[in-house]
């Protein structure tokens, strides 16, 4: 073995503690700064995400709504004067649902996509291995 300081024996001997205390607060302000735009941003993700889902949850209640009108109306039309133009009163309404389903499951795929905040969880989770020693400076 060498008797030769590392960069680091030798930074940790010229900087006072004061000093170092201080690398140390600013670095984890600057830590705390970005996971703080991290979260934002994934936050930001999500929040699009769930409004492009519930448009689409939306959209299948308004046209599951159509659905009905149509099939009442195809109903009461079919009921009262047995003729085509109660099928084709039924075939609108058909059409309606089919529009309703996709909707909907486009909109539950949408919603399901939705995770919230992971890389900022994951990189919280670091931090107190950050503030650990490190093998270079034992």
């Not at 900087?15 to 302000?29: M, N, Q, Y």
């Not at 009905?68 to 109306?73: A, C, D, K, N, R």
């Amino acid at each position: 073995m060498s008797d030769v300081p590392t960069p680091s024996e030798r930074k940790a001997a010229d900087t006072s503690l004061g000093d170092l205390l201080g690398e140390v607060t600013r670095d984890i302000s600057t830590l705390m700064q970005q996971e703080v735009e991290l979260a934002k941003a994934e936050i930001r993700q999500s929040a699009k995400r769930a409004g492009k889902g519930a448009g689409l949850l939306g959209g299948a209640a308004y046209t599951g709504h159509l659905t009905v009108l149509f099939l009442s109306i195809a109903v009461w039309w079919g009921l009262g004067h047995v003729i085509d133009l109660a099928w084709a009163s039924l075939i609108v309404a058909v059409v309606w649902g089919i529009v309703a389903a996709v909707l909907y499951v486009n909109g539950k795929k949408e919603m399901a996509t939705i995770s919230g905040a992971p890389r900022t969880v994951d990189s919280l989770k670091k931090i107190p291995d950050a503030l650990k020693r490190n093998e270079e400076n034992r």
